[in-house]
């Protein structure tokens, strides 16, 4: 937390966040469509551009930790949760231990991200050119736009098998996939003033639907909080694990600072990071152990093993709050649970545009509305042939994203703390300026050494690297794939950004 000790400005009262100043664009004329939607439905046309100082007038804390309480406390969360017992096999203590060291792990780099937006003024894979290059970025920003993509469907498939399970099964799984990601849609393509707005209040509901669950849960008399285990085996599944509990927390560290860039400079980055840190990591918390409780039930009760078996978490939720329980009022609260998962996909395609107009100047001219509207249509042709594959494909999808975001972080951070020292030697007004930014030889290298970390440390079903062959003697080895690629990555970064500091100057 030194390194705060030199940004910390004093609060100032600004006006509230006008819808004016999130219609104003920078440097490119407005086309059609967002000549559109600013005239006809107030909404943010703001694409890149950095954000002047006198347009930031988000003074409300509230909104930076409310954000991602909103966009967490929600059906996905609570679905990764029962991976420890449904998938890697540890005990409960085991899985709850994990679920709170690897989420505290994986947020605080969204909390510390997330001080850099008011700041800068700038969006996250924009702010990212100082530490990867102008053409490093587009290489990050691809990634991201993948991984935003990849995001929105894996969330919606758990809501569609939720909302195929009410009513005897009258909505078909791809009826449930349009159903969210178009309501997704509907919200994201507003921006930034919506986007917290709703979020501020989302997760209200879905908080009082997790409650009945656990009163529900309960009352069935089907927890096993079992023993610790111990041993490599039971290591090598709590590796496992915790990497898809990262890859989950961390996601939204390429996202972070989209979300901060309206605030005044004059914002205190103590507070903004300590209220993400609570309003990312509480949500996480309550919803995986949550999840973790209930799945033990698959263990213990036939009834539960068998919707589960149909239907996942869907059939395992209808046994909690439907089967033998609340009958209609569950199944309204499952409702309501599934459409949760909007809140968890707003932010993937809001900022998917942003980090699409990062990866090549031409796809500036597209607007950030239309490559929101592209990639729901994506996630949707995802979402639904994974449906069926849904544990399988969300916790290879967790690790893949734990991967990638590892070495993004061991750059960002070794630039950032090594080399720059200071959020004062950053001028945001150069964010274009390929002239001054870093050419990006060592962050190319690095993510290159990061992804050969990624590899030899990689457990999944059809890929086992050699150093996680080694962990325990199951044959499916341990996942350390996301440590060893922050580890090579560092190593390979540090190793030659001094070199290109010496040679180039910058």
């Not at 006809?40 to 046309?45: I, P, T, Y």
Request: aromatic share 14%.
């Amino acid at each position: 937390m030194s390194k705060f000790s030199d940004d910390i400005e004093k609060d100032v009262l600004s006006p509230n966040l006008s819808d004016e100043d999130l219609r104003q664009t920078e440097v490119h004329d407005l086309n059609w469509l967002d000549r559109l939607f600013q005239e006809k439905l107030n909404a943010e046309v703001r694409g890149i551009e950095h954000i002047p100082e006198e347009e930031r007038h988000d003074v409300s804390y509230l909104n930076a930790g409310s954000m991602w309480l909103g966009a967490n406390l929600v059906v996905a969360t609570f679905s990764l949760g029962t991976l420890g017992i449904t998938t890697f096999g540890c005990s409960f203590w085991d899985s709850v231990l994990t679920i709170i060291f690897f989420n505290i792990l994986g947020a605080l780099p969204v909390a510390y991200y997330s001080t850099f937006g008011p700041k800068l003024g700038l969006r996250q894979m924009v702010m990212s050119r100082f530490w990867f290059g102008y053409q490093g970025i587009r290489v990050v920003a691809f990634l991201n736009c993948i991984a935003c993509i990849g995001w929105t469907a894996v969330n919606t498939m758990v809501s569609a098998q939720i909302l195929h399970t009410v009513n005897n099964g009258s909505l078909p799984p791809w009826g449930g996939v349009l159903v969210i990601t178009l309501a997704s849609l509907l919200v994201a393509v507003f921006g930034y003033k919506i986007v917290h707005a709703f979020e501020k209040f989302a997760w209200i509901p879905n908080f009082i639907i997790f409650i009945i669950i656990a009163v529900r849960m309960s009352k069935t008399h089907s927890f096993d909080a079992g023993t610790l285990g111990s041993g490599p085996n039971e290591a090598a599944a709590v590796l496992s694990f915790g990497g898809t509990i990262f890859g989950y927390a961390t996601g939204w560290s390429s996202y972070a600072a989209d979300y901060t860039c309206y605030m005044p400079k004059s914002t205190s980055r103590i507070k903004v990071f300590f209220l993400i840190l609570f309003g990312l990591s509480f949500p996480l918390l309550f919803a995986m152990i949550l999840g973790a409780a209930c799945a033990t039930g698959i263990n213990t009760n036939p009834r539960f093993a068998s919707n589960y078996n149909d239907n996942q978490i869907g059939g395992l939720l209808y046994a909690i709050m439907v089967e033998n329980s609340l009958h209609g009022f569950g199944q309204f609260c499952q409702v309501i649970l599934a459409l949760s998962t909007i809140s968890n996909n707003i932010p993937n395609l809001y900022s998917l545009g942003l980090s699409a107009q990062t990866v090549w100047s031409g796809f500036r001219k597209v607007p950030r509305i239309a490559w929101s509207i592209l990639g729901c249509g994506v996630s949707v042709a995802l979402a639904i042939p994974a449906y069926y594959h849904f544990a399988d494909v969300m916790s290879d999808f967790m690790d893949l994203i734990g991967y990638w975001l590892a070495f993004y972080s061991a750059i960002c951070l070794s630039e950032h703390l090594i080399y720059r020292k200071s959020i004062n030697n950053y001028d945001p007004l150069e964010y274009e300026n390929k002239k001054t930014l870093p050419i990006g030889i060592a962050a190319i290298f690095a993510m290159c050494c990061g992804v050969a970390g990624a590899v030899v440390g990689m457990s999944q079903v059809w890929y086992v690297g050699p150093i996680a062959i080694k962990i325990g003697d199951t044959g499916f080895g341990g996942d350390i794939g996301f440590e060893l690629a922050f580890a090579f990555a560092f190593i390979g970064f540090n190793s030659t950004r001094w070199l290109e500091l010496k040679y180039f100057g910058r």
